[in-house]
């Protein structure tokens, strides 16, 4: 049987009810990569749409077999929605963006010369920024501790525009697990990255879905896959509480204060808050751990996976890659394609 060579460009898009853009965006992706003359497949994933979305893709698979789609079951979030698509593609360099056109499929030649030009992972820097007060501090926050935990100063981090190089791809894929944000993790690796600036476009339906909630929920994201820093901060706060009753007390006892009371309370008050922070910090840590090794919490879960069959070699060594417990298929054609 003869086996298929992988394509130049893999794009993944990871969506959630933008069956609105889904046709322009197909088209203006397919119209970019045909000019430059590459050969490309096109990696949908529905992150579990409400709306017309699972249609709109499958009406477009049709259509064209270079698209692939895969539906989840449920809504996962944007991160195991991108992780599904980049375990999934097969081409010699990957590039991720959003389904709602505030990336321009016409940039992405942009990304690709980074990479041609010797950078293992491109991303894009966006040249204007379309977001409320509330979201802009929250990302400084993202990118200054992403920056500070892996090592690698950007001016943005965020946004999912982003290439990668096909073997700094492997190696973040063999890295990956539920929870561990994929583009921090690739720099973590220590492959070389280069920022592109491009144009952002204002979105066109709907808002964002990234909440404060969201942003802080990445923040604590960043902090346990990547750093033990805050075990090292808990032991620097039990020595600062011990100082601090030590000083405490040799006042109480030099001063001959009258009444326990006061003091009393302000120490039990403080050795309770050290135990709540341990106990809070320790929970994240083992939380982490549990949800890897219990196999009760995969990061997505695939209704169905493409209707057109693949023969690349690549795809069939995806499964060796993942985490143990870290995907779920549902669809029995897709099981049967990665054993």
Known sequence: MSVSPPPAVSVVVAVFDDAACLAELARRIAATLDERKLAFELIFVDDGSHDSTAAVLRELESADNR???????????????????????TGEITVTLDGDLQNPPE???????AIAAGAAVATARRDQRYEGVLRWIGSRAIHWLAGRLTGVQLEDYGGNFKAYRRDALAATRQAWAPGKPFFPLALWLGFPVREVAVRHEPRRTGRSRYTTLALLRINFDLITAFTTLPLALLGAFGLANFAAAGLTLTTWVLFGQDGWVLPATGLTL??????????????????????LVSGGEPAYVVRRGPRHPTERAASGDLAL???LNAVLSLDPEAKEKTR
């Open 67 to 89: 698209i692939r789609v895969f539906e989840l079951t449920r809504n996962f979030g944007q991160a195991a929605a991108l992780a599904c698509g980049l375990l999934a593609a």
């Open 321 to 323: 890659s993942r985490p």
């Open 270 to 291: 403080l050795l309770v808050g050290a135990v709540f922070i341990a106990a809070g910090t320790l929970g994240l840590y083992l939380g982490r751990v549990y949800r």
């Open 107 to 113: 940039e992405i030649p942009e990304l690709l010369d």
